[in-house]
């Protein structure tokens, strides 16, 4: 996600302000874009003097407000002062305490142009801390009239940073009509990033939004919704995928993604023309990883079967068995004398990382691991794995879009639990969550989950005080036991079988109340709603592959059976996703907002050439996974 600070000498720009409005009922609106010929004259900032307090002595008054105390004295302080003190600490980097006394200032005792000060200010410091739903709050929410009248330039830096507080809160689709409302009046070099932008926004809004989107009566959104609309259902294919962009180019000749294709789409017709056609596979076909590399190799080949089925263009592909060469080296040196243009392998994490250190790489590999070793991405070597941390991060993203300030982790023991554990932690804390509480554990016998449910809540507490009184007064002592109180949701990682004991537990355990956010370890992959009945409520993160129906895996489910719903079928997406990207790979490169809809996630690629995915959401209801829509407002099931 990428996070967008507004500077401060934009804060002092944007000081100048007019008289004092009154707060309108409803002022969440959206702008709507006008020719620039038919823009309102802005009112200019009004000049008349403010009755204002002498200016505060920096250092002693920043020294003296908190007196070796996190709360600020409030005894003589006026609200001027206080604003004043708060942009000193602002200026400071001492967002805490600058937001302590602006959060203690009542917006009513101030003038306009203060009360403008303090908007601008409390937006800063919002997304500087990674409050975006504050952020809005001022922004988009009831106290927006601070910014009610502004000059061309205020209202453009204005609706930038909502459109910012809107993407980094998950609300991509506002992000994009605030976007594509100020396009026109964007300075060239702006105009280019925002063009980009609005692509990215909405291609983080669900397709069936797009859908919906594609006959609004404003003719700029509704076309920028329609072209997403038609490259998110059409890139499994170059061929349909340009065909169905230049029958929307034919349609909307003067839109501005018309004239000016976004996210990679106007190079389509090069990747065909460049598309490889002889392809490599390395892959453990033998020993203890067969059955891994199988379900990858037939997931590949389905998807190139479906492609020839439609008789679309398919590369010759050769494959080899990674457990019966020297090493990468050679079997790349082999793949490159039977003529392979693009590589598609090795698995292993130690393999990926020796071939990534290979000098002799003169084609490109797509690795199906990511490696440990960071090296300049040169074009050559590209990453693509179904790493955990993938979905710590989703997790953690998605917590902060739903306003979950503070969370409990429960994550199994070893070092998947403690990869899982890291990645959640670092993307929440950067986000500004706090972990209350983490809880590593095992199922054995020495430690059983009743106890480990009981840590996690701090329950055992409750019962210690309970258990101390009684054996002071000497009798038995009834009492309701308490669980914490302080986290908006838990964090878990676990397999089936774990999990469908722990959501009993914490249910039984006075945490019925506490969402429930895990990753897909939970799920199975198959339908059993008598074995995920005790699952219920939990919200998890997991591929298409694995939520929607996938006509590609009922194929390959009549061919293979039970297998493709097994302990391997997320691999059988890999494969699939791997075959869908081989001729794609140059459209990601220098292109932040190209994106691929696959079978593992919507997929973009990093600056060091790894594959990033977005995953979906779905929840557990009466034992079945359904999928869940987000949309701006609400979770639609």
Same mark, same amino acid.
């Given at each position: 996600?990428?996070?967008?600070?507004?500077?401060?000498?934009?804060?002092?720009?944007?000081?100048?302000?007019?008289?004092?409005?009154?707060?309108?009922?409803?002022?969440?609106?959206?702008?709507?874009?006008?020719?620039?010929?038919?823009?309102?004259?802005?009112?200019?900032?009004?000049?008349?003097?403010?009755?204002?307090?002498?200016?505060?002595?920096?250092?002693?008054?920043?020294?003296?407000?908190?007196?070796?105390?996190?709360?600020?004295?409030?005894?003589?302080?006026?609200?001027?002062?206080?604003?004043?003190?708060?942009?000193?600490?602002?200026?400071?980097?001492?967002?805490?305490?600058?937001?302590?006394?602006?959060?203690?200032?009542?917006?009513?005792?101030?003038?306009?142009?203060?009360?403008?000060?303090?908007?601008?200010?409390?937006?800063?410091?919002?997304?500087?801390?990674?409050?975006?739903?504050?952020?809005?709050?001022?922004?988009?929410?009831?106290?927006?009239?601070?910014?009610?009248?502004?000059?061309?330039?205020?209202?453009?830096?204005?609706?930038?940073?909502?459109?910012?507080?809107?993407?980094?809160?998950?609300?991509?689709?506002?992000?994009?009509?605030?976007?594509?409302?100020?396009?026109?009046?964007?300075?060239?070099?702006?105009?280019?990033?925002?063009?980009?932008?609005?692509?990215?926004?909405?291609?983080?809004?669900?397709?069936?939004?797009?859908?919906?989107?594609?006959?609004?009566?404003?003719?700029?959104?509704?076309?920028?919704?329609?072209?997403?609309?038609?490259?998110?259902?059409?890139?499994?294919?170059?061929?349909?995928?340009?065909?169905?962009?230049?029958?929307?180019?034919?349609?909307?000749?003067?839109?501005?993604?018309?004239?000016?294709?976004?996210?990679?789409?106007?190079?389509?017709?090069?990747?065909?023309?460049?598309?490889?056609?002889?392809?490599?596979?390395?892959?453990?076909?033998?020993?203890?990883?067969?059955?891994?590399?199988?379900?990858?190799?037939?997931?590949?080949?389905?998807?190139?079967?479906?492609?020839?089925?439609?008789?679309?263009?398919?590369?010759?592909?050769?494959?080899?068995?990674?457990?019966?060469?020297?090493?990468?080296?050679?079997?790349?040196?082999?793949?490159?004398?039977?003529?392979?243009?693009?590589?598609?392998?090795?698995?292993?994490?130690?393999?990926?990382?020796?071939?990534?250190?290979?000098?002799?790489?003169?084609?490109?590999?797509?690795?199906?691991?990511?490696?440990?070793?960071?090296?300049?991405?040169?074009?050559?070597?590209?990453?693509?794995?179904?790493?955990?941390?993938?979905?710590?991060?989703?997790?953690?993203?998605?917590?902060?879009?739903?306003?979950?300030?503070?969370?409990?982790?429960?994550?199994?023991?070893?070092?998947?639990?403690?990869?899982?554990?890291?990645?959640?932690?670092?993307?929440?804390?950067?986000?500004?969550?706090?972990?209350?509480?983490?809880?590593?554990?095992?199922?054995?016998?020495?430690?059983?989950?009743?106890?480990?449910?009981?840590?996690?809540?701090?329950?055992?507490?409750?019962?210690?005080?309970?258990?101390?009184?009684?054996?002071?007064?000497?009798?038995?002592?009834?009492?309701?036991?308490?669980?914490?109180?302080?986290?908006?949701?838990?964090?878990?990682?676990?397999?089936?079988?774990?999990?469908?004991?722990?959501?009993?537990?914490?249910?039984?355990?006075?945490?019925? %109340?506490?969402?429930?956010? !895990?990753?897909?370890?939970? $799920?199975? =992959?198959?339908?059993?709603?008598? @074995? /995920?009945?005790? +699952?219920?409520?939990?919200?998890?993160?997991?591929?298409?592959?694995?939520?929607?129906?996938?006509?590609?895996?009922?194929?390959?489910?009549?061919?293979?059976?039970?297998?493709?719903?097994?302990?391997?079928?997320?691999?059988?997406?890999?494969?699939?996703?791997?075959?869908?990207?081989?001729?794609?790979?140059?459209?990601? %490169?220098?292109?932040?907002? !190209?994106?691929?809809?696959? $079978?593992? =996630?919507?997929?973009?690629?990093? @600056? /060091?050439?790894? +594959?990033?995915?977005?995953?979906?959401?779905?929840?557990?209801?009466?034992?079945?996974?359904?999928?869940?829509?987000?949309?701006?407002?609400?979770?639609?099931?």
């Amino acid at each position: 996600m990428r996070i967008f600070l507004a500077t401060l000498t934009a804060l002092l720009i944007l000081s100048g302000c007019a008289t004092q409005t009154p707060a309108p009922e409803n002022t969440a609106a959206v702008v709507s874009v006008v020719p620039d010929s038919d823009l309102p004259e802005f009112e200019a900032p009004d000049t008349t003097p403010d009755t204002v307090e002498a200016p505060v002595p920096e250092d002693s008054a920043a020294a003296d407000i908190f007196a070796d105390t996190q709360e600020p004295k409030d005894k003589v302080l006026s609200p001027t002062t206080k604003l004043a003190l708060s942009r000193l600490y602002f200026n400071q980097r001492d967002l805490t305490k600058s937001l302590l006394l602006l959060e203690s200032i009542n917006v009513l005792e101030l003038n306009s142009n203060q009360q403008r000060m303090m908007g601008l200010l409390a937006v800063e410091l919002y997304l500087g801390l990674g409050q975006h739903r504050n952020a809005l709050t001022w922004l988009a929410g009831p106290y927006a009239y601070v910014f009610d009248k502004l000059n061309r330039e205020q209202f453009v830096q204005l609706s930038k940073w909502r459109a910012d507080a809107w993407e980094l809160n998950g609300q991509f689709l506002s992000a994009a009509r605030e976007r594509i409302a100020i396009a026109a009046l964007l300075e060239p070099e702006e105009y280019q990033q925002n063009h980009q932008d609005i692509w990215y926004d909405l291609q983080l809004v669900d397709i069936e939004n797009l859908r919906i989107l594609a006959s609004d009566p404003n003719p700029e959104l509704s076309g920028w919704a329609s072209l997403a609309y038609v490259s998110a259902t059409t890139d499994r294919d170059l061929e349909f995928q340009i065909a169905a962009i230049k029958l929307w180019q034919r349609e909307h000749p003067q839109h501005p993604a018309a004239l000016q294709l976004p996210g990679g789409l106007d190079m389509l017709t090069s990747l065909v023309v460049s598309r490889p056609d002889h392809v490599g596979l390395l892959l453990p076909l033998s020993g203890s990883l067969q059955q891994t590399g199988e379900a990858i190799r037939d997931g590949f080949l389905a998807a190139l079967y479906e492609a020839k089925s439609q008789y679309l263009e398919t590369p010759k592909v050769t494959v080899i068995d990674t457990t019966k060469v020297s090493s990468m080296e050679v079997a790349y040196e082999q793949l490159l004398a039977e003529g392979v243009k693009l590589v598609i392998g090795p698995l292993l994490k130690q393999q990926v990382k020796d071939l990534q250190a290979y000098r002799g790489l003169r084609i490109p590999v797509l690795a199906l691991n990511t490696s440990d070793v960071d090296l300049p991405f040169d074009g050559t070597f590209y990453q693509f794995g179904l790493n955990p941390e993938d979905e710590a991060i989703e997790t953690a993203r998605h917590a902060r879009r739903l306003n979950f300030d503070t969370a409990a982790v429960l994550v199994p023991d070893g070092s998947w639990g403690d990869r899982v554990f890291n990645a959640f932690k670092s993307e929440f804390v950067s986000l500004g969550g706090t972990i209350v509480t983490q809880v590593h554990y095992t199922t054995d016998a020495n430690r059983e989950l009743l106890e480990v449910v009981r840590t996690l809540l701090n329950l055992d507490n409750s019962i210690a005080r309970t258990a101390l009184i009684e054996q002071v007064i000497g009798e038995n002592v009834e009492y309701d036991a308490r669980r914490r109180k302080d986290l908006d949701f838990i964090f878990m990682a676990a397999v089936p079988t774990d999990a469908r004991q722990i959501k009993p537990l914490l249910d039984f355990q006075f945490a019925s %109340d506490v969402p429930v956010l !895990a990753t897909s370890t939970i $799920y199975a =992959g198959k339908k059993d709603p008598a @074995a /995920d009945k005790d +699952l219920e409520g939990i919200h998890f993160v997991d591929m298409p592959w694995q939520i929607d129906a996938i006509a590609l895996k009922q194929q390959l489910a009549n061919v293979l059976g039970d297998a493709v719903t097994g302990p391997y079928s997320r691999l059988y997406a890999l494969g699939a996703d791997a075959f869908q990207l081989y001729p794609r790979l140059r459209q990601f %490169d220098n292109n932040a907002t !190209a994106r691929v809809h696959g $079978y593992t =996630g919507t997929l973009s690629m990093d @600056a /060091d050439g790894k +594959l990033v995915r977005e995953l979906e959401w779905a929840i557990v209801k009466r034992g079945v996974a359904t999928p869940l829509v987000l949309t701006d407002d609400i979770w639609l099931k």
